[in-house]
C-alpha cells in the first residue's frame, strides 16, 4: 500500500520565479492538504482540497494556489517567490469522513529560494 | 498567543527515563487532538490520537483535559529511538479540518 508521495524532494529556486509542487495521496484517501514547515517550527496549514476544490484555506497569501485532479493527486503552486518561502512543504492526505481528522504527510518537498 | 503552545525543550533524559510533554490550546471549540513524532529532516507521523478518557499504546501514554484545554505525552522505558520532535496537534472544528501544530517539543535520550 503506497503512502504520500510527493515531487521533486528538493527545489532550488531564485527570487520572482514561479514553482510547482506535486503529491499523491495514500490508496484510499480524497483529501490534500498543503503545510509549510520553516526551520524550528511546526508546520502551517496552507490550504486543504476535497472533491478537486479548495475547501479550507490557511494565512497565506494568494500567490499560493493550488489544485486537485480527479485521481485526488494535488499541486501547490508558488509565485513571485520570496527569499521567505524557503520551508519544508509537506502534503498531508486524509479521508472527509465524519469524525476522521487523521492526516498522513508525505516525506516533502524542500524548497530553497535564493 | 499561539493557538497550540509547547515547551520546546530540548529534554535530555538517559535511556529508560519517564519523560512527560505537556501543551496547552487556546480554542475550546477543539474536539480532536493527536501527537504526531517528527524526526530531523522528517516528515511528521502520527503517534496516537488522544481521547478525553486517555489512552495507551504501549510505552506511550496520553491524557486530555478539556477543562484545562491541556494535552500531556507520557512516554515510559525511554529508548535511543525516542529522541525525535513531538507534535502536539490540535483539529478545530466549525468547519475546519485543518491541523493546527505546536511548534514541537525535542527529545534527546543519551545512553
Known amino acids: 500500500d503506497a503512502g504520500v508521495t510527493q515531487s521533486p524532494t528538493h527545489l532550488i529556486k531564485t527570487r520572482g520565479q514561479q514553482v510547482t509542487l506535486r503529491c499523491s495521496p495514500k490508496s484510499g484517501h480524497d483529501t490534500v492538504s498543503w503545510y509549510q514547515q520553516a526551520l524550528g517550527q511546526g508546520p502551517q496549514f496552507i490550504f486543504q482540497?476535497?472533491?478537486?476544490?479548495?475547501?479550507q484555506r490557511g494565512n497565506f497569501p494568494d500567490r499560493f494556489s493550488g489544485h486537485q485532479f480527479p485521481n485526488y493527486s494535488s499541486e501547490l503552486n508558488v509565485n513571485a517567490l520570496l527569499l521567505g518561502d524557503s520551508a519544508l512543504y509537506l502534503c498531508?492526505?486524509?479521508?472527509?469522513?465524519?469524525?476522521?481528522?487523521?492526516?498522513?504527510f508525505g516525506p516533502g518537498t524542500r524548497l530553497t529560494v535564493t | 498567543r499561539k493557538e497550540v503552545e509547547q515547551d520546546p525543550g530540548p529534554f535530555n533524559v538517559p535511556e529508560g527515563a519517564t519523560v512527560a510533554f505537556n501543551c496547552t490550546y487556546s480554542n475550546s471549540a477543539s474536539q480532536s487532538f493527536f501527537w504526531y513524532r517528527q524526526d530531523c529532516r522528517k516528515e511528521p507521523k502520527l503517534l496516537m490520537s488522544?481521547?478525553?478518557s486517555g489512552n495507551e499504546d504501549g510505552r506511550f501514554t496520553a491524557q486530555l483535559n478539556r477543562a484545562s484545554q491541556y494535552i500531556s505525552l507520557l512516554i515510559r522505558d525511554s529508548k535511543l529511538s525516542d529522541s525525535a520532535t513531538y507534535l502536539c496537534v490540535v483539529n478545530i472544528l466549525t468547519g475546519r479540518r485543518a491541523l493546527t501544530f505546536g511548534s514541537g517539543t525535542r527529545l534527546q535520550v543519551q545512553p
Open positions: 482540497y476535497y472533491e478537486e476544490e479548495e475547501r
Open positions: 498531508a492526505s486524509s479521508t472527509f469522513e465524519p469524525n476522521k481528522y487523521e492526516q498522513y
Open positions: 488522544v481521547y478525553s
